[in-house]
């Protein structure tokens, strides 16, 4: 589910396990190195979303220097650390940044959590300089297919939890009406999900879409679905999935 207009969604709730449950610092790296072909070589760098500092840590290996924002203070505490003495608290539809002085942004799984895509965009081309270059992730596939998949496609269907508001189209589509000209874009790798990461992170409601199902329909729905991706078999064998596709545009 997308989150309730003007409302984002704010991760303080699983802090402590999102890296641990998002893929450390490896899957950092492995944006980073994708970001890293689509972000200019100098000037100012912001990370809308910035969360555990996982990619911003990693494209600081690679010689880049970003800023950081969140809501979350709890994800910020722990990107301290890793993004020393450049991060703030800040809402990607509201930045505490000035006009015109970043020459790139990138935003990394966060167009789904903002409560209005098309504000968070017009923030972005605010903060750009004229020519300046917003990266952000998006989704132009399925979750995936074979067993595992199914079940949890099944469950958000039964769940009217479906929808990406992320989709790729969708998204360009924003992006043009808000000032911006798609210029390039990158397909990342999909990540894999055993069977029983699966039914771990429904027991624990993990994962952002989960957390406005209203509770009722979770207690009717999820329990059934548990059940069968435990009964499923090679437990922690993963099941690979698509993966996000990185697009990039131009402040025109």
Known sequence: MSPAPGQSIVFDRIADSYDETRGGMER?????AALHRLLPADGPL???????????????ELGHRP?????????LALARPRV??????????????????????????????VGDISRTLAEAVRVLRPGGRLVSTVYAHGPGDGDVHELVRRLRTELDAVHRPDDEDHIVALARAAGLEQVDRKDLPGATITPRAAADRLEERSLSWMWSVDGDAWDR???TALARLRALPDQDRGRPAEG?????????
């Open 28 to 32: 950092g790296r492995s944006v980073a």
């Open 46 to 60: 912001l990370e809308v979303g910035v969360g555990t500092g996982l990619v911003a840590a990693a494209l600081a």
């Open 67 to 75: 800023v950081g924002v969140d809501l979350s203070r709890p994800m």
């Open 84 to 113: 020393p003495g450049r991060l703030a608290v800040g809402d990607a539809e509201r930045l505490p940044v000035r006009t015109g002085s970043v020459a790139a942004a990138y935003l990394v799984h966060v167009l789904h959590l």
């Open 221 to 223: 729905h999820v329990p």
């Open 244 to 252: 996000p596709t990185l697009v990039a545009f131009a402040r025109t």
